[in-house]
């Protein structure tokens, strides 16, 4: 009489190898969209802005189908004040920081660009009061420092990497996010050397931007911080082109 053994249970794959693979997949999607998705639309900035509009609510509504709160996502209205706090003082900061830069007879140069010069006023106030605080700022912020943040926090939670590991994490991805950009117009037209730069001072703001976020747990911080560097930064380099 043969006796039937019982299976050997099905081993389970841990909880952090599963989210860890959602984490990568999601970055994956975001780093493509940007790169090859978005390139491939109309140049006209409006239906570039449209479609990240469009893609992050996409987002925003999976992660939060799969669970992510909106404590996850940096939108807890408790976190709004320290959020709002954080954020306004960085685009004090920003502000003066090129006002200096305006200011001083050495630096001021840097901050001129023929390409703002050749455009029209209505095309400034486009970018600046529509293309960069939504297309830009908000989508960037949603995507990176609220999916992307939340997911990987999720995935680490209790792990000894997990605080320097969200960030260094997000801040990749979001370095690389700008790939496509920095391809088109390196820093001072040096392909090499250029694309680097770009990448890694984005790295680098990508840095600064999760910290905030992690320590204020408001996406408000970090969209403060991004405001202050693209639209007072526009601001500044259109007072010193004309």
Do not use: K
């Not at 004090?92 to 023929?114: C, H, I, K, S």
């Not at 939504?134 to 609220?146: D, K, P």
């Amino acid at each position: 009489m043969t006796v039937a053994l019982p299976a050997a249970p099905a081993r389970r794959v841990p909880a952090v190898v599963v989210l860890s693979a959602v984490v990568a997949a999601v970055a994956v999607v975001l780093v493509a969209w940007n790169n090859l998705l978005v390139p491939a639309l109309p140049a006209d900035p409006v239906v570039r802005m449209i479609a990240n509009v469009v893609g992050v609510l996409v987002l925003v509504l999976a992660a939060r189908a799969g669970g992510l709160t909106w404590r996850d996502l940096g939108l807890c209205p408790t976190t709004w004040r320290a959020g709002i706090r954080w954020g306004g003082a960085a685009v004090g900061v920003a502000a003066l920081g090129y006002a200096a830069a305006f200011l001083l007879p050495a630096t001021r140069p840097l901050l001129e660009n023929p390409g703002v010069e050749s455009s029209s006023s209505s095309q400034l106030v486009l970018r600046a009061l529509l293309l960069i605080p939504v297309g830009t700022v908000l989508c960037e912020e949603l995507a990176f420092r609220g999916v992307l943040h939340g997911l990987t926090e999720r995935a680490w939670a209790g792990r000894l990497w997990a605080g320097r590991g969200v960030v260094f994490a997000v801040a990749s991805a979001f370095a690389v996010w700008h790939l496509a950009g920095a391809l088109a117009a390196p820093v001072g037209g040096v392909p090499v050397f250029g694309v680097l730069v770009v990448l890694l001072v984005t790295a680098l703001g990508g840095v600064v931007m999760s910290v905030v976020r992690r320590r204020t747990g408001s996406l408000f911080a970090s969209i403060g911080i991004h405001l202050g560097t693209n639209v007072v930064g526009l601001v500044a380099v259109l007072l010193a082109t004309r």
